[in-house]
C-alpha cells in the first residue's frame, strides 16, 4: 500500500503564492509518475501538474508559467509552487502517486482546499 500526505493549503489572496508538499510512503517501489489534480465545486476533478520518476514534467495549460513541480526522490516528497493564483485556481487539490506492478496503480492522497480570494 502507498499512503500519500498532503500539506500546505490555505486562503490567499489573488496574485499570491503558495507551495504544497505531498509525502508518499509505503510500497512506492516501480514508480511511474507523481502529480496534482484539483477539483473545483461542480467540476470534474482536472490534471494540474506531474512529474515522472524521470523527470519529465507535464502541466495544465491554465497553469503553465505559474506553477512549478518538483519531485525530491530521496525524500519520496513532491512539491506543487502556486505562484500569482487566480480565483479560478480556488479547489481543493489532490496528490497523484502511479506506479506500476503488472498493472498501473493509482493513489490519491486525502486532498488539501486552496482558496484564492480577496
Known amino acids: 500500500q502507498v499512503q500519500l500526505v498532503e500539506s500546505g493549503g490555505g486562503l490567499v489572496q489573488p496574485g499570491g503564492s503558495l507551495r504544497l508538499s505531498c509525502a508518499a510512503s509505503?510500497?512506492?517501489?516501480?514508480?511511474?509518475?507523481m502529480g496534482w489534480y484539483r477539483q473545483a465545486p461542480g467540476k470534474q476533478r482536472e490534471s494540474v501538474a506531474s512529474?515522472?520518476?524521470?523527470?519529465?514534467?507535464n502541466y495544465a495549460d491554465s497553469v503553465k508559467g505559474r506553477f512549478t513541480i518538483s519531485r525530491d526522490g530521496a525524500k519520496n516528497t513532491v512539491y506543487l509552487q502556486m505562484n500569482s493564483l487566480k480565483p479560478e485556481d480556488t479547489a481543493v487539490y489532490y496528490c497523484?502517486?502511479?506506479?506500476?506492478?503488472?498493472?498501473?496503480?493509482?493513489?490519491w492522497g486525502q486532498g488539501t482546499q486552496i482558496t484564492v480570494s480577496s
Open positions: 512529474v515522472t520518476r524521470g523527470g519529465a514534467q
Open positions: 509505503g510500497s512506492i517501489i516501480n514508480l511511474m509518475s
Open positions: 497523484n502517486l502511479r506506479k506500476f506492478t503488472t498493472i498501473v496503480q493509482s493513489y
